[in-house]
């Protein structure tokens, strides 16, 4: 799968992405585009290299109504091209062994780095379910800024959403009791005819403390 180059540079992306609250609606968003997305957020960093992030891509119109309806009727996501349903994923850890024993075979760890690897996991994860819910929702966030920032890059608007149900998702998409629900992102064409001014932001000196 190619991935085109982007002629935008990083502050360009930053600067243009806005949170669309409508999109042009009909607009289907080809799954092979989202798959690049994908191919790219995959790199995000999380705890561990465990990749907490699970994805659900609602495109289907029916379902996404669905969802809409688990998310108090907003109408963004009856006019997005897709609804993604960010996941965090609690039993992460117990993949650990997989992630990191490609690693061994390759001869980039050896077998005692790789045991005191999968020791320390397993002692910050198992038997906390907390943590392992913090855990989930931190690192899958970072997943989710990491994909708008691609999709913004590859000319795509999104609006990442906390108002919703999640208990009412979960039954949607019949989910495991260890996939949290930790946002939705619509994604499409922004309906706007010209940029938005940019909301109020906080000068550097408010919110940063250098000591």
């Known amino acids: 799968m190619s991935t085109p180059v982007s002629t935008n540079s990083f502050a360009d992306v930053v600067q243009a992405r806005r949170s669309a609250m409508n999109f042009v609606e009909g607009i289907q968003i080809p799954q092979s585009e989202l798959e690049e997305i994908f191919s790219q957020t995959r790199l995000a960093p999380s705890a561990f290299n465990l ?40 039993h992460a850890y117990e993949q650990a062994p ?62 990442p959403m906390i108002g919703f149900d999640p208990e009412a998702v979960k039954q949607t998409l019949n989910l495991p009791d260890h996939l949290v629900p930790v946002m939705l992102i619509t994604i499409g064409k922004d309906n706007q005819r010209k940029i938005r001014p940019r909301g109020y932001r906080k000068p550097v000196g408010e919110f940063v403390d250098f000591m």
């Open 51 to 90: 990749q907490h992030a699970r994805y659900k891509v609602i495109a289907d119109p029916a379902l996404k109504e669905q969802i809409r309806e688990n998310a108090y009727g907003q109408y963004k996501i009856h006019t997005a091209s897709a609804v993604i349903v960010v996941l965090g994923d609690m």
């Open 98 to 159: 997989e992630i990191y024993g490609g690693l061994k075979m390759l001869g980039a760890m050896s077998q005692e780095e790789y045991d005191g690897t999968i020791e320390a996991i397993n002692q910050a994860y198992i038997g906390k379910e907390a943590f392992q819910h913090d855990e989930a929702i931190r690192n899958a966030s970072l997943s989710a800024m990491q994909f708008m920032l691609i999709a913004k890059d590859k000319g795509w608007d999104t609006c």
